[in-house]
């Protein structure tokens, strides 16, 4: 099963509309959203839950008062001032480091997991779809990544593809969205900072030898610097596989929860296809390198 992630250096740039759109026209497929700080495909794609469960993905300090004799050791040691002048935890400054419970001679400090996040998978008309949702304020949004990827390889079967909508930016959820995939496209748009992150983005994938496409979504807002974005591809080779124009009605379809493949648009339709079939034909050339 090719893996392909559509990531942006920025969020907003419309890579969840062409994943959404894809979803739609794509055959023999499974999808992933690891945007899972906040995810928006499961808006678009209607399905039935087959699993949810939470996600423990930190630990946190628990201590017990029947064995804490309030000697401030631990209190002196966290540096993140988690325990208060009553020898009580708080949660939201706990890092879950340990080392209060290294300095306690009581052993009345002890690490537990607490929840962070919630994963899903759901059967839809689209394919097996796996996505999860980070907890307000929690850490490890890269381990839920990969949490969201596992689920896919638990439930594939003969699929041909995975469609993932990964996550904008270059940290660490980008990192856990590319890492061991096929291919990677790049969603951008012709604005400076767009093309300042789509370069930041680009240089994530080569970091970590993963091909790259490049699509530029509504091009025609400004030619010139569409121009300046497709040199700098081709300077260094990454093929711009699309470009898709600006449209004021995808913005109403989207209202209606609709993609512009449900909204009967015909001229993105017809761009969003041959963005694929240029996709399909450069991972067949990748094969034979």
Request: with cysteine; glycine share 8%; charged share 25%.
């Amino acid at each position: 099963m090719k893996q392909i992630v559509f990531i942006s250096g920025k969020g907003g740039t419309g890579k969840s509309t062409l994943v959404s759109s894809l979803s739609i026209l794509v055959q023999n497929k499974m999808l992933a959203d690891c945007d899972v700080e906040a995810p928006n495909l499961h808006i678009l794609i209607e399905g039935k839950t087959l699993k949810k469960d939470d996600y423990y993905g930190a630990k946190e300090a628990v201590i017990d008062p029947s064995l804490c004799v309030k000697c401030g050791l631990c209190r002196e040691t966290c540096r993140f001032g988690a325990i208060n002048e009553e020898f009580k935890l708080i949660p939201m400054k706990c890092e879950g480091c340990g080392a209060c419970t290294l300095v306690c001679s009581q052993k009345a400090i002890r690490l537990e997991e607490v929840k962070t996040g919630e994963t899903s998978i759901c059967s839809t008309p689209r394919g097996t779809f796996s996505h999860a949702l980070l907890d307000i304020g929690a850490e490890g949004s890269g381990r839920l990544v990969t949490e969201v990827r596992e689920y896919v390889n638990k439930y594939k079967k003969d699929e041909e593809w995975l469609i993932v909508d990964g996550s904008p930016g270059i940290g660490c959820t980008v990192i856990a969205s590319i890492t061991g995939t096929d291919v990677v496209v790049v969603v951008s748009e012709p604005t400076k900072s767009g093309q300042s992150d789509l370069e930041r983005v680009l240089g994530v994938a080569r970091h970590f030898g993963i091909p790259a496409f490049v699509c530029i979504n509504k091009y025609d807002l400004n030619p010139e610097l569409t121009l300046e974005i497709e040199a700098f591809c081709e300077r260094n080779g990454y093929p711009v596989i699309g470009k898709i124009p600006f449209d004021p009605s995808i913005v109403k379809a989207l209202q209606e929860f609709k993609t512009p493949i449900e909204a009967g648009n015909e001229r993105i339709t017809k761009e969003i296809k041959n963005l694929w079939e240029r996709l399909v034909e450069e991972i067949k050339k990748l094969e034979t390198v």
